[in-house]
């Protein structure tokens, strides 16, 4: 990955990085994305192109599409770092 | 004479005992985040039917326990708490155990030594100079130096069976979705599980059999596991079929030694036994990598400084808002595995390494329902070393990821594993993983049992047993 791609790359993840994270992270990506090459001829012997995003088949993972009402709102609201009648402050982003 | 473990909460001064020996053992160790035992009414309650009623059990900090923090070992979450318990928690609860606090961890669960933690890197009960594994290393660490019982971990790639079998006790990653997920900080959602750590066999079905079970607030989840119902496993060693993985002469000495010794119990009880290899564990790592930080990328992309955790005072835009808030908050670790999610997701590289992970992991999957047509359990190492050592002295971030290769296969292909100390070698614990279908867990368990009649654990000579 070159040193555009990782800044791309960077800005997806909205990840600001200094220029001395910029060097060492591209190296060490890097040197994932070598060893992640492997793949690459296991993947041409494999005869399937059968994929697998969950381990277990056949359960079904969607729910029936419903409104419930949390069973305590306040409990959460109250986690909030500064609370003002149950609105939560957010630092001024203006 | 040792006090029972369900004793240790029942009254003021017991507690008073019981939190300044678990102090005083911790303050070398750092395997606790949190610690704030109370009294437990379920303590030595005769009528309680619940084999863990007034039992202390340690949580790993990404599950959620109500009113205590839940940091995930991130300075991102360092002072958030919790307001509800992982379903996990509220069944342990439910059954009389008493929750006492919260455990060290690799940051977001990204690590092998907990040294990724912006909080606390937990030492080896056995050795200071070592790591206690990672990434639940507080919860294994807690367990082998008798401060609790039981922990609960969660073991994305792993970090369940590590830290135990560096530490000494049983580590289970159950089947996927046998343990609803909700209340666990996700990481990678298609691999992560909630795992048990425990002292002995017994103790860890015990938690088990509690937190299994299908969950509403799970769609994942099965119901195969229903508490109460565990299926018909086999307890003897002798009408079991096993592969035992072939020797990796690269392994280190102790590691290929409690495989022997492994093999010799079977092979005495009269077991069926047979040499297999696993050609797919050259790129286990790969696949597990590369599927692992895409499903990270994603899930960590709600860490932006407005709905939860630390955030910087001031900003110029929302935008910079989330940028701030997650440069500054959270570790190298993390960010490099958010790096390489979003890349190996991004169009253009896509089929390159998700597409082809995702290929590869159907292969896995299939190749390992074929092992289990022929074999009830698979021995293999659970990690090429035994305990490796603190700082630069160990292994290097990128090492560690290649020989996460034994336990990544069990997450991958959704299926339980079980961690099972075998004895001590230079001092340091050492031990096999027992793989098995899905569905499997309570059949691993019973194996374990017998294995550890055969092979008897120890406690590490500078922590021993206080309570049992």
Not at chain 2, 65 to 92: I, Q
Not at chain 2, 200 to 207: F, I, K, W
Not at chain 2, 366 to 392: E, H, I, N, W, Y
Request: charged share 20%.
């Amino acid at each position: 990955m070159g040193e555009t791609e990782l800044s791309i790359t960077a800005a997806l993840a909205k990840l600001d990085l200094s220029e001395e994270e910029h060097q060492r992270f591209a190296d060490e990506v890097k040197k994932m994305l070598s060893y992640f090459d492997i793949m690459a001829e296991a993947d041409a012997e494999s005869q399937s192109s059968d994929t697998v995003t969950m381990p277990i088949r056949g359960v079904d993972a969607l729910r029936e599409d419903s409104k419930y009402r949390f069973c305590d709102a306040d409990t959460l609201i109250d986690r909030g770092p500064e609370i003002e009648d149950r609105y939560i402050v957010i630092p001024n982003v203006l | 004479m040792q006090a029972d473990w369900n004793t240790v909460l029942a009254t003021a001064e017991t507690l008073k005992e019981y939190r300044a020996g678990v102090e005083a053992r911790d303050k070398d160790l750092g395997a606790f985040l949190h610690f704030s035992p109370s009294i437990s009414t379920e303590a030595e309650n005769p009528g309680s039917a619940s084999a863990i009623s007034g039992l202390p059990i340690a949580i790993k900090d990404n599950l959620a326990v109500t009113d205590f923090p839940l940091t995930c070992g991130s300075r991102l979450l360092e002072h958030f708490t919790s307001p509800y318990d992982a379903t996990a928690v509220e069944r342990l609860k439910a059954a009389g155990a008493s929750i006492v606090g919260k455990t060290a961890m690799d940051e977001f669960g990204m690590g092998s030594a907990t040294d990724t933690s912006a909080l606390s890197e937990t030492k080896n009960p056995w050795d200071p100079n070592r790591t206690a594994g990672g990434s639940s290393g507080g919860s294994a660490a807690a367990v082998a130096a008798g401060m609790v019982p039981a922990a609960l971990g969660s073991d994305t790639g792993g970090s369940v069976r590590q830290p135990a079998s560096f530490c000494g006790v049983y580590g289970l990653k159950p089947t996927y979705g046998a343990v609803s997920r909700f209340g666990l900080v996700a990481y990678a959602s298609s691999l992560d599980t909630v795992g048990v750590i425990a002292d002995t066999p017994d103790r860890l079905e015990a938690v088990f059999s509690v937190i299994a079970g299908e969950d509403a607030k799970d769609q994942t989840s099965i119901a195969a596991f229903s508490p109460g119902k565990p299926p018909v496993a086999p307890s003897d060693l002798s009408s079991l079929r096993v592969g035992i993985l072939q020797a990796d002469e690269s392994d280190e000495p102790g590691v290929r030694e409690a495989m022997t010794c492994v093999e010799d119990v079977f092979r005495t009880a009269g077991t069926e036994v047979e040499t297999v290899t696993l050609p797919f564990l050259e790129y286990a790592s790969a696949v597990y990598y590369t599927i692992a930080t895409a499903e990270a990328g994603a899930n960590l992309a709600r860490f932006d400084g407005i709905r939860y955790g630390e955030r910087p005072l001031y900003a110029e835009n929302p935008d910079e808002l989330v940028r701030l808030s997650r440069s500054t908050g959270l570790g190298d670790e993390v960010k490099l595995r958010i790096l390489l999610g979003t890349y190996v997701l991004r169009s253009g590289f896509h089929d390159q390494y998700y597409g082809r992970a995702q290929r590869l992991r159907a292969r896995i999957i299939q190749d390992m329902q074929d092992l289990f047509s022929r074999f009830d359990l698979l021995v293999s190492p659970v990690f090429p070393t035994l305990a490796f050592k603190l700082g630069r002295d160990g292994l290097t971030p990128y090492q560690r990821k290649q020989a996460d290769r034994y336990t990544t296969v069990a997450n991958l292909a959704g299926i339980p594993a079980l961690a099972i100390p075998t004895g001590v070698h230079d001092g340091l614990p050492a031990g096999v993983q027992i793989t098995g279908p899905a569905g499997g867990d309570y059949a691993l368990i019973a194996a374990a049992k017998a294995l550890h009649q055969a092979l008897p654990p120890a406690a590490p000579a500078t922590y021993p047993r206080i309570w049992s």
